[in-house]
Structures are given as C-alpha cells and as structure tokens.
C-alpha cells in the first residue's frame, strides 16, 4: 500500500500558539514597553478626531482588587476599540492621593502630625506614600494590559495640579458660589472632619428608640388649647427619637399646624399629648392596654406654647415644622439646631440656640451637665438612666435602621454644626443647572440619569472644607471682626498656585501671611483644607484642560455605579460653578463585583478573587474575558468557577485563531490571494459572514455592549466557524492540489477571516490578539496602527447562494448530524465519512439543496448524497425539525479511500492508485487539481 501522508496538505507551522499566558503575557507586555508601544499609537493616530476617555482617579493607598481590575479592563476596551474606529484616543490614568486614609498609614508610621511629628516633615511623608503606592498600582495596571501614558500619569499631588486646584476654587468663589456657614454637616469622630454626601456610605445599625415625656409649662393654657376645663401638672408632650445623645441639645419640639394631636390619659393620673393617628402604636408600644383620648386639636394650636426639657432647668418652645409628619413616632419631633439639618433650618427660622455641645472627637464638652466628657454613643445608655429617674422615659425598645456610616472607617456619624465652607446648590442656580445639564448627557445605561438626578433634587450644599493636614488648602484670609473675604482675594489665590506650583501644598503652610497679603493684623488665614473630592473632581479643569494630549470636555467618564454620588457629582458640580459646562458627553456605569451566592467580596468572608491571582494563574486576557463577557450594567459575579468557565470558552477563541493560522502557512497573501468572486461559493459565504458578523461587533463596540461583543466573537468562533466552515473546508484544505485554486479559495478566505478576527478580539484579548497577528503571513502594518479591517466583502441577496442559503445548509446539516450521532450511539457508524446519506425534500427545499450537486457531501461531511423528491420518501425516512425534509442514513458499503478516507465506489479505478479514489488521484496528478464550484 502507497504511503499517501505526504502528498496531503497537513497543517505545519512553527507558530505553536502555548495557552501558557501566565507566563507568555509578561513577555509580551515588556516588548510593548521597550518598543513604545502606547507612544507609536499616539504617533500614527496624531491629527485625527479625538476621543477623550477621562480616568476617573482611584485612591492612592492599598493593593488593586478585582473591581479596580473591571473597571481599568472596561476603559482599556473602550479606548482600543475607539482606536480601531480610527479616533486619537488617548488615555492617561491618575491617582487621588490627598486625604484621611493616607494620613492614616502614615501616622502609624511616623506618629500624629504636630505630636511626634511636625506638619510639614508629616506632609513629606505622606506625599512620599503616595507616591509608592501608585508606583505599585501602576505595576498591576499595567499588568492587565491597561494601554496607557503611565510614565505621565495625574496625581493630584503634582505641584501643577495642586495650583491648578487651588486656581478652580478660585474660579467657583468668583462665579459667586463659595458660602460659609455654620451648620450641621456629617461629622465623623474618627477622622476628626466633615464629611461630603459622597464620603457617607449608609449601613444597618441598631439604636436606642425612645419615648421620652417633655413636662408641659402652664398646664391651663394646653387646657384652653384642647377645649379641657383643666390638665394636671403630669401631662407631658411625648417625642420619639433614635438619638439619645442628642437631647443634651434640644431647644425646642416641632408640630405639624395641619396634623391632628390628642391628649391621652391613662394609669389614672397620666397624661400625654401626641399624634391622634399614632395613639395606638405609641399604646402598643409602651404596653399600655387602657387608655382614653380626652380631646383633640389640630397642631396650630399648640404652636407657641411650651415645655421643659426632661433634665434640664431649659423651657423649650412648641413650634410648627413643615417636615413633620405622621409616618412614625409619635409627630412631636424632638429638634437640636446643632444636630440635624432641618432642625437647624427650624432653628435658625426662630432664633433658636445652635447649642453644639460635641466636640471633634464625638465627645460632650467639659463644661456639658451631666454628660461632660462622654462619647456621645456611649452616653446613650447614660441618657436612658437620667431620663429613667426623671420619670421622663415612657418607652425604650432596640431599632435596626439605615443610618449613615463614614465610607473610610465604616463607623456610624453624628450630625454636628461647625463653621464649615460650602459650595452652594442654590447660589446661582447650581442646582437648576445641574439639574438641566444631566438631561444633556447620555447616561449607560440609561437609568443611571434617573439615580443621578433623584440624588441632585435632594443634596444638601456640598461641604467642600476638612480639618485635615494632608489636603490641598483653602487659602482664603477673612476679616478678623466681618469675616467677610479679603477684598482682594483673586490675586490672593494665584499668588498662592504660583507659590504651589513651585513648591507644593507646602509653599502655602510654610509662608508667612505677608507673603501672600500686606494687612496681616486684619485678617486670618483659612486653616482647612479641601475635600479630596474637590481635588478628584476639577480634574475637568485640572488636566483636561491641561494636557495637550486631552481636550474639554471628554467624551466618556467611566466608572462604579457608586460615582454618582461620588466623582460624577463632583466633577459635573465643579465643572458647572467654574464655567458652566458639563464635562463629559456620556457617562458609563458599571455595577459592583460579587461572588457566585451574590455576596459581597469580603476578606473576612474568604470570597475575594484576587486579580493579582488571576493574572499569575490564569492570565491577564482570562480575567479581560470575563469582565468583557459579564454584563457590567448589573453585578458582576466572579469566581474561581466562572473563571475557569471563561478560561474554555478562550481555549475555543484561541483554537480557531490556531487553526487559521496553521493552515496559512506557506500562503503569500501578494501571490497567492484570489478576488472574491473567484472563490469557491462557501469561502465567498466565510468572508461575507464575517463581514455581517464585522458590523455587529463594531456596533456593539459602539454602544460599549462588550458582553454582546464577547457574544458574537464566540458564536462565530464555535458555530460559523468550528461547527461548520472550518469543519467543512478540512477535506479540501488537506487533500486538494497544495497550489490549486480550491485550496488557495480556501486559504484566502481564511486570511482575510483571520485579519478580521484578530481586531474584533484585540480589545478584549489584548495579549492574545498581539501573538497571532504577528503569526499572519505576509506584508502588513505594526497592529497597534491597525483599524477595523476592510478586506471582506458582501453578499448580495440578488446572489442564489446568499447568506440565508447558506443559513439553510446549516441548518440541514444540524438534522443530518442528529441522525449520524443517533447511528453511532447504535454502534451502526463511527465517523461520519462512514455514512451514505438519501435526503428527501419538498419542491422548493429539494431545488435549493440541488444547486450544490454533488458537493452537498461536502457540506454534510459524509461520502455521499442522494437528493430525493419528498414524494420518493422511503419508510425508512426520518422526519426532521425541518418542514418538508426526511433523512435515512445507511452505512457505505464502499471502500475507503486511504487518502481521503471518503467511501467511494471509484476506489482502485486508477492501477496506478488503487487504494485512493478518483479525485485523489486527480489532486495528485493534475497541475490545478479538482477544482471546487461550491463547497
């Protein structure tokens, strides 16, 4: 017997595609660094439309975890796929790096600052943390494959940026938006500062409810009021409330004029006044079974009068509120100026004292009664006994509840009035215009302006001031009596930036007064410095108008969905008060990581993936896979399960980029490319496929639906491809003439499905995409100047031999398959190429199949077809899923073909050949081979 291996066409190629990507990825990501890879892009890209992606700053202090790794993944997709459109996409990262957690690490390094260690030398150092921290993240970016300026990268404590920031606020005060107030803001004992909206997280937490009884004053006017002849000296007006410790504080107690109040006796001699609708859950709640309303009246007649506070010698005042309501408690509020911010609007409307007796530690002052020197949620226990010996408690009972948190030190917060400075929402309509920009922007998805705009109509003004050492300052001087600004304090602030810009935040804590002002005994230095979320969100102004690379306002803000109370507020609040603009075109959201039961990630829960893991295990394009394959508008679950599902779904991407290329080689795309409608009719279907497959992923790139991305480059790779046309071409691609046109039509088809699979997988498969198309033959531009490909080409529906037609022989060959996998379940068959198939179809499916002729075996991959009428239909025809077609597969009977291994009656009809049949011996022996019209 001939040995006819070497006159097949079996793939060889030195291009052995290792799925080792752990150890492969970093190889490839050092020679992108040593041959500037980012930089050529920006080279070749220059002139073009840009498309600015503006990188939100993660915070400088900590390891990466997997949601920082979603969201470098997510911008880097975005970036190389706008690339690919053709646009100068930029991206530069940044690092927020001011702040309490900083301070943090670096006290327990160096001790407190102005303790152990004095504020500047402290500054150095916590700037000298910074800077290794974001060294070590930038590491781990890099390693996802995160493109980008990272030798000039943003930090916020860049000498330019800090004068760029102070020169912002300049902008805002002269856009007349900058207040100063003293009122009630987020107070975290913890951090010893205020706190912004977009640095409270809210937690559950149980707390101390109570019912607490205010002794009326001058009993015989709330007689008068209720329509009584008389009440005793033991009636009390009952609030409730979830703060104890904020009594200390009281100055009053809020109604409602329109709301409905009764006065309640029971036990005899008692007696209360509280809401009518709320009688029976107050009742029900203190245990008390009988009681009797006396009387009631509507709360405008009780304003004006008074009460006594439950343990103070203080007589408080009855006051109309227009927040009180009846939905809970008892609808008296229990109202401290100092502690709550309607309280305080209450407050401030009646002159009320704004008595904060809370000091920045959470603690009561030395000089508070009773409670002096006490951590107010501890004094809540303290509070309970006094009013308990006062007889001023009527219920006590614990309450799980909302409540707001600190973000960094995940402890509860007080509300607490200090003399704070503001961006107001209301000075010059911010709020209104905030309000109408948002309706301006695209939002993805699209409930995202819906969670924004509810967040705007509620916001209180933005405190923008911190007692903190390691910040950014406010340097503003005010009149020591007036308070009132320094008349000149534009010129002040850019004094101050230039002083920065050469000298950091320092310049300003280090100068004397005079060098920045003459009327030193006049005026006072502004100690505070800015809410890190101010120095995050004038990067608009602080690098987008100051990097030449990048432009205003940028077309995309990329990041968590917790950033819209966060950068995206901030950002677009800054952007507006300093030159009323929007400073971003679309704002994209994605949701939070979570583990496969929908939890949190949690280091103390032991579920956290670590993408430095990942990427040493796995590799860097597995993890890209699953954020580009997880639709980020939701969570996004991850495990090590669902990432070793992701790992095979790569083998089978990265399979059949093996396969085309391994069946490439020795093509030269100058010499041995054929036009496209020289093609065999399914490598005209390959290409015109992928063509229609081209622009969905472009429009899915477009729209930045990376997981319907992640979708069609698998059904393309898997079913188009692996389940048909690669299945297919095989018998030809290894048994037709080396250098005959159906091989070459085969090859050139392949060529171009590859050029155009290696782009739509580039983004996502950032290391992968580079390794094979460096492994594509001939002549071609360096891959990261690439753009979408446009060597396919169309179909038209004119053509008998379309898309859909060849959608029809699919579909067929799936009912054949199901028959040749019912006969080798039997035993009757064991490869395909074993079986004789009679195909019977109606009239219209029988004239479609009838245009492949004899070919239609090579589409089913069986050695032969009979093409029937369905009226011919034998009883040993099976019906299929398909109407009008029935199918009856029979083992062949004929000799196998050692070549080929087709069974064939015209085995042995050559002598000179007689184990091969007749079209091997023709792809042996003729110049061209057999030459192929369809399949």
């Known amino acids: 017997m001939a040995d006819y291996k070497s006159t097949l066409n079996l793939p060889k190629t030195s291009f052995a595609m290792k799925a080792n990507l752990a150890q492969r990825e970093p190889l490839r990501l050092k020679q992108w660094e040593d041959e500037g890879v980012y930089q050529k892009i920006r080279q070749h890209f220059s002139g073009r439309e840009k498309f600015i992606l503006h990188d939100g700053p993660p915070y400088a202090n900590g390891d990466i975890h997997v949601g920082h790794a979603v969201n470098k993944i997510l911008k880097d997709m975005v970036v190389r796929s706008k690339t690919l459109s053709g646009f100068d996409a930029p991206y530069v990262p940044g690092w927020d790096c001011h702040g309490l957690p900083i301070e943090h690490q670096v006290e327990k ?45 943003y930090l916020t404590m860049n000498f330019d940026y800090e ?74 007006a009952v609030i409730w409330t979830t703060t104890p410790w904020t009594l200390p504080a009281n100055q009053a107690i809020a109604v409602h004029n329109e709301i409905s109040y009764a006065v309640v006796n029971f036990h005899k001699d008692q007696y209360i006044i509280v809401a009518t609708e709320l009688v029976e859950a107050l009742m029900k709640r203190a245990n008390i079974d009988e009681y009797h309303i006396l009387a009631s009246v509507s709360g405008d007649e009780l304003t004006q009068l008074q009460v006594h506070h439950p343990f103070y010698n203080r007589i408080v005042p009855v006051l109309h509120g227009d927040h009180v309501t009846v939905d809970s408690g008892t609808g008296l509020v229990h109202t401290a100026p100092a502690h709550g911010v309607e309280d305080f609007a209450l407050g401030k409307l009646h002159a009320l004292p704004i008595d904060n007796p809370v000091n920045n530690q959470g603690c009561y002052h ?190 995309l803000y990329l990041e968590g969905s917790d950033q819209h109370r966060g950068w995206f507020q901030t950002s677009l609040l800054t952007s507006l008060a300093r030159c009323d603009q929007a400073p971003f075109k679309q704002v994209l959201t994605h949701g939070f990581t979570v583990d496969a039961h929908g939890k949190k990630m949690s280091k103390s829960l032991g579920n956290v993936v670590s993408p430095q893991d990942v990427v040493n295990t796995l590799g860097a394009d597995i993890l890209r896979l699953w954020v580009a394959a997880t639709d980020y508008r939701t969570e996004m679950t991850v495990s090590d399960e669902i990432l070793k599902r992701n790992a095979d779904t790569y083998r089978r991407l990265r399979n059949t980029a093996r396969f085309l290329l391994a069946n490439l080689d020795g093509f030269d795309p100058e010499t041995d490319s054929l036009a496209f409608d020289q093609l065999v009719a399914l490598d005209q279907w390959a290409i015109a496929n992928a063509y229609e497959v081209q622009q969905k992923v472009i429009a899915a790139y477009d729209e930045y639906n990376f997981h319907v991305v992640a979708q069609q480059i698998h059904h393309f790779c898997s079913i188009d491809m ?103 379940a039997e035993g009757v068959l064991g490869a395909s190429l074993e079986a004789n198939v009679s195909v019977f179809a109606d009239e219209k499916l029988y004239a479609q199949l009838a245009k492949l002729k004899d070919e239609l075996r090579f589409a089913l991959i069986v050695s032969n077809v009979n093409l029937c009428p369905l009226s011919q239909k034998t009883t040993a025809a099976i019906d299929t899923e398909i109407k009008g077609l029935s199918i009856v597969v029979e083992k062949s009977e004929a000799a196998k073909c050692e070549r080929c291994w087709h069974r064939r009656e015209d085995i042995g009809s050559n002598s000179e050949y007689p184990d091969i049949c007749e079209r091997c011996v023709e792809n042996i022996t003729t110049e061209q081979g057999e030459h192929r019209e369809f399949a």
């Not at 209301?426 to 309000?435: I, Q, S």
């Not at 004397?512 to 100690?527: A, G, H, K, L, M």
């Not at 048909?724 to 005959?740: E, H, M, P, S, W």
């Not at 094979?772 to 990261?784: E, M, S, T």
Request: hydrophobic content about 40%.
């Open 109 to 153: 390094k160096v001790g407190k600052a102005g303790v152990k260690i004095d504020a500047n030398a402290f500054r150095k150092e916590c700037r000298h943390y910074a800077k290794k921290q974001v060294e070590r993240q930038a590491v781990d970016f890099k390693r996802l494959g995160v493109l980008g300026d990272w030798d000039k990268p």
């Open 722 to 824: 692996g389940s048909f046309y690669l299945d297919v071409i095989k018998d030809r691609q290894y048994t037709a003439k080396a250098n005959g046109l159906a091989r070459k039509s085969a090859q050139t088809a392949m060529y171009h499905i590859i050029h155009a699979l290696v782009r739509w997988m580039s983004p996502i498969l950032c290391f992968t995409a580079d390794e094979i198309y460096a492994a594509i033959p001939g002549n071609k531009p360096q891959f990261v100047t690439c753009e979408w490909y446009q060597g396919l080409s169309q179909l038209r529906d004119s053509n008998p031999l379309n898309l859909a037609y060849w959608q029809m022989i699919q579909d067929v060959r799936t009912e054949c398959n199901k028959l040749l996998e019912l006969r080798r």
């Open 366 to 555: 030395d000089n508070t009664e009773l409670f002096a020197g006490e951590f107010v949620f501890k004094a809540n226990d303290h509070v309970v006994e006094v009013l308990k010996e006062k007889n001023a408690l009527l219920n006590l009972h614990k309450l799980e509840h909302s409540y707001p948190h600190c973000w960094r030190h995940k402890t509860p917060l007080i509300f607490r009035a200090t003399p704070q400075w503001f961006i107001s929402m209301e000075n010059n309509h911010l709020r209104t215009r905030a309000e109408e920009t948002i309706k301006e922007v695209k939002w993805v998805p699209s409930w995202g302006q819906n969670r924004i705009e509810a967040m705007m109509q509620g916001r209180p003004d933005w405190c923008i001031s911190r007692q903190r050492t390691w910040g950014v300052p406010i340097p503003l001087f005010i009149h020591k009596e007036t308070e009132e600004l320094h008349p000149k304090t534009e010129a002040i602030i850019e004094k101050v930036a230039l002083a920065i810009e050469k000298g950091g935040v320092e310049a300003w804590f280090d100068a004397d007064d005079s060098q920045f002002i003459s009327e030193t005994p006049e005026y006072q230095r502004v100690t505070d410095t800015l809410d890190v979320w101010f120095d995050s969100g004038t990067s608009n102004a602080c690098v987008l108008e100051h990097n030449k690379d990048l432009r205003f306002p940028a077309d």
């Open 163 to 236: 004068a760029n920031i102070v020169r912002t606020l300049g902008s805002i005060i002269k856009n007349g938006h900058l207040t100063k107030g003293f009122k009630p803001v987020h107070w975290c004992p913890e951090c010893g500062s205020a706190l912004a909206e977009a640095e409270v997280e809210y937690k559950d937490k149980v707390s101390p409810a109570i019912d607490v009884k205010f002794p009326i004053v001058e009993p015989e006017k709330w007689a008068e009021a209720f329509g009584l002849d008389h009440l005793s000296d033991n009636t009390a």
